[in-house]
């Protein structure tokens, strides 16, 4: 069964520093991993995936991740940080197979400063 | 496409109730995921379901929690008799197929008094 590990439950950052967030999974074959990010009361929105190809993968408001096979690991990252990230981000793994399910992370807290 | 529609956006319930939750999923999207928020948690998978089908409910509470996908209208996830601790935020998540990920609706939170 894949696994994910947050290991950051909360990171400050000031804004405009750069922010880069930590996923470890643990799965048999290639995953597929997905970034989501939870505002307040709202849901959860996409903001990168990888499932092949390019080991790194660009997504919205300027988030970049990078798959590691070697260290399992598909960390997120952006330059420079915005009030308006200050939000909750899972790191997700999926597999294709039977099962057809995503496995969240635990989240990382992400408060921004002014 | 008005992407994948929950309601109620909130529900309070009191102790014994049933809660009826419903999910809407995207046009085209023929996979539905139910998974449980509690506070200061991550999601919890509960049950995934395709039209007519329960293809695994491995996440699900053994007693007084049901899913169902019906081949016409919604996908309802069903809490019989709720007590405290099922007060969370219930999401829901279509996709079409699992490397696009998932499209989740905005939830719905229920509170249990």
């Known amino acids: 069964a894949q696994s994910v590990t947050q290991p950051d439950i909360h990171i400050t950052v000031s804004e405009g520093a750069s922010l880069e967030l930590r996923c470890n999974y643990s799965?048999?074959?290639?995953?597929?991993l997905f970034w989501y990010v939870q505002s307040p009361g709202q849901g959860l929105q996409l903001l990168l995936k990888?499932?092949?190809?390019?080991?790194l993968v660009q997504g919205i408001k300027g988030f970049e991740a990078e798959f590691k096979r070697s260290q399992s690991s598909f960390n997120l990252r952006k330059p420079s940080v915005h009030w308006s990230d200050a939000a909750e981000y899972f790191c997700?793994?999926?597999?294709?197979?039977?099962?057809?399910?995503?496995?969240f992370g635990g989240g990382t807290r992400v408060l921004v400063k002014p | 496409n008005a992407g994948v529609m929950q309601n109620p956006r909130h529900l309070v319930r009191r102790r014994g109730q049933e809660a009826r939750l419903r999910c809407s999923p995207m046009?085209?999207?023929?996979?539905v995921y139910w998974y449980r928020q509690l506070p200061e948690e991550g999601l919890k998978f509960m049950v995934y379901?395709?039209?007519?089908?329960?293809?695994?409910e491995s996440g699900m509470p053994k007693e007084r929690f049901s899913a169902e996908f019906p081949k016409e209208g919604p996908s309802i996830l069903r809490i019989q008799q709720v007590v405290r601790g099922d007060s969370a935020a219930y999401f829901c998540?279509?996709?079409?197929?699992?490397?696009?990920?998932?499209?989740f609706g905005s939830g719905t939170r229920l509170t249990v008094v």
């Open positions: 998540a279509s996709s079409p197929r699992i490397e696009y990920g998932y499209t």
């Open positions: 799965y048999g074959a290639t995953p597929y």
């Open positions: 990888y499932f092949s190809g390019d080991t």
């Open positions: 997700a793994v999926g597999a294709k197979a039977a099962d057809n399910k995503l496995t």
């Open positions: 046009k085209g999207h023929s996979h």
């Open positions: 379901l395709q039209k007519e089908n329960i293809i695994d």
